[in-house]
Every structure is written in structure tokens, then in C-alpha cells.
């Protein structure tokens, strides 16, 4: 399962997994996302809060996940990932090669830095 927070007045999303993702996860994360899109051509920034990386349900998940990766990341301007794991602290280096959103880590005690940063894209 998956919650989504949208942050209409800074074009921002918050995305928290709880649990291993689903196909259906990212159908409803594109389907907010798209919404987004329409009112303003793209996304100032998507926030996810992670404690651990909850890993896919199965390989229809991780198709899932690539599609969207590769249908909306030109139109996402920066990425947050609020986590405590140091592990995923590799994201960033790895995924910037890749796609086109800025990407940075922050701690789970770094919430409000992190939002400031996705809406100004300033730290």
C-alpha cells in the first residue's frame, strides 16, 4: 500500500510505502502525478518517506515502477528520499545517471529542509 499527500499550493507530492509496492501503487502515484501535470506542466518535487526500501510484491511491481520512471521523470524537477537507512544513501549517485530530476537524501529529521528544498530547489 501506498499514501500519497499531495501539496497542491507548492506542486509538490509526499509518497510513504507501507509494505512491498504493487503494480497498483504506481498506477496510482502516475494518475496523481498526471493530475499534477495538467494544472501546471510539471512537478516542482516528489518527496518519499522511507524507512527501508519495502522491495516490489513482484516483477509486474517492478515493471510497473520502470514504466513510470520512464514516462514522468522529465516532468519532475527534484526528487527528496526521506529515510534513516544509510543503504539508500547510494540513490542519488545512481539514480542522477539515469534520470532527469535532482535528486537528494535527507534524514526522517529533515522533513522541512527537504520540502524547502523540492518547492525552491534551494537548500
Same mark, same amino acid.
Given at each position: 500500500?501506498?499514501?500519497?499527500?499531495?501539496?497542491?499550493?507548492?506542486?509538490?507530492? #509526499?509518497?510513504?510505502? $507501507?509494505?512491498?509496492?504493487?503494480?497498483?501503487?504506481?498506477?496510482?502515484?502516475?494518475?496523481?502525478?498526471?493530475?499534477?501535470?495538467?494544472?501546471?506542466?510539471?512537478?516542482?518535487?516528489?518527496?518519499?518517506?522511507?524507512?527501508?526500501?519495502?522491495?516490489?510484491?513482484?516483477?509486474?511491481?517492478?515493471?510497473? $515502477?520502470?514504466?513510470?520512471?520512464?514516462? $514522468? $521523470?522529465?516532468?519532475?524537477?527534484?526528487?527528496?528520499?526521506?529515510?534513516?537507512?544509510?543503504?539508500?544513501? #547510494?540513490?542519488?549517485?545512481?539514480?542522477g545517471?539515469?534520470?532527469h530530476p535532482? #535528486?537528494?537524501?535527507?534524514?526522517?529529521?529533515?522533513?522541512?529542509?527537504?520540502?524547502?528544498?523540492?518547492?525552491?530547489?534551494?537548500?
Amino acid at each position: 500500500m501506498i499514501v500519497i499527500e499531495p501539496l497542491r499550493d507548492k506542486n509538490i507530492l #509526499i509518497i510513504t510505502p $507501507h509494505g512491498s509496492l504493487e503494480k497498483a501503487d504506481f498506477e496510482t502515484i502516475a494518475n496523481e502525478v498526471e493530475l499534477a501535470l495538467r494544472s501546471n506542466g510539471k512537478l516542482n518535487g516528489l518527496m518519499i518517506n522511507i524507512e527501508s526500501f519495502p522491495g516490489w510484491k513482484n516483477f509486474e511491481a517492478l515493471a510497473a $515502477h520502470l514504466k513510470f520512471v520512464s514516462g $514522468h $521523470h522529465r516532468r519532475i524537477e527534484r526528487i527528496a528520499v526521506v529515510t534513516s537507512r544509510r543503504l539508500l544513501r #547510494i540513490i542519488p549517485a545512481v539514480a542522477g545517471l539515469f534520470v532527469h530530476p535532482e #535528486i537528494r537524501l535527507f534524514d526522517l529529521k529533515q522533513r522541512a529542509p527537504a520540502l524547502s528544498w523540492l518547492e525552491t530547489g534551494r537548500l
